[in-house]
T-cell receptor, first 115, second 111 residues
Framework: DGGITQSPKYLFRKEGQNVTLSCEQNLNHDAMYWYRQDPGQGLRLIYY???????QKGDIAEGYSVSREKKESFPLTVTSAQKNPTAFYLCASSRGDRGTHQPQHFGDGTRLSIL | KNQVEQSPQSLIILEGKNCTLQ??????????LRWYKQDTGRGPVSLTI?????NTKSNGRYTATLDADTKQSSLHITASQLSDSASYICVVRATGNQFYFGTGTSLTVIP
């Protein structure tokens, strides 16, 4: 079945440590996104990519970095500069501008906690 | 400012009862509106999508409405089941690739 796979499901980070969250999709989607979800808040966009080797900052990009070397993969690194990284991270993909009426497909998230 | 507001924030209903969730938005220019269901600890799953010209769309026991003039949408759930317990998120897409998310309505269905 086509879908989005995020790993790991749970992740713990020590102070001053960088961690990388994996996101892989086999839907042949052009666009991929990273969101952060905190209790009582809507999803907030961290980074998005509409095509391989290109990505743009979202609303809360500080302390995060991404790469898009392959169409299927869009890993997110939470750096030590992100002072409040504890959250539920969701990766999504869509057909981009060519499929404006197609839904975003979401992975099942990674919950990151600070030790 | 582009915003999406949902109400109520939380709702508890008895199994078998109906309920209606509300979504008001100020997003412009409007492309479409989606309702997602998010189970605890999982990613959101799309329920319906509404475009500017559509005012009602059903997906099983879920019926979404859209009033583009007043910029309001509702999600009606009929004959609720325990498995309907989840967070329901309204997402408005502006033209291009901009998505605006509501904070969700947490629905609990009790036996």
């Amino acid at each position: 079945d086509g879908g989005i796979t995020q790993s790991p499901k749970y992740l713990f980070r020590k102070e001053g440590q960088n961690v990388t969250l994996s996101c892989e999709q086999n839907l042949n989607h052009d666009a991929m996104y990273w969101y952060r979800q905190d209790p009582g808040q809507g999803l907030r966009l961290i980074y998005y990519s509409q095509i391989v080797n290109d990505f743009q900052k979202g609303d809360i990009a500080e302390g995060y970095s991404v790469s898009r070397e392959k169409k299927e993969s869009f890993p997110l690194t939470v750096t030590s500069a992100q002072k409040n990284p504890t959250a539920f991270y969701l990766c999504a993909s869509s057909r981009g501008d060519r499929g404006t009426h197609q839904p975003q497909h979401f992975g099942d998230g990674t919950r990151l906690s600070i030790l | 400012k582009n915003q999406v507001e949902q109400s109520p924030q939380s709702l508890i209903i008895l199994e078998g009862k109906n309920c209606t969730l509300q979504c008001n938005y100020t997003v412009s220019p409007f492309s479409n509106l989606r309702w997602y269901k998010q189970d605890t600890g999982r990613g959101p799953v799309s329920l319906t999508i509404m475009t500017f010209s559509e005012n009602t769309k059903s997906n099983g026991r879920y019926t979404a409405t859209l009033d583009a003039d007043t910029k309001q949408s509702s999600l009606h759930i009929t004959a609720s089941q325990l498995s309907d317990s989840a967070s329901y998120i309204c997402v408005v897409r502006a033209t291009g690739n901009q998505f605006y998310f509501g904070t969700g309505t947490s629905l609990t269905v009790i036996p």
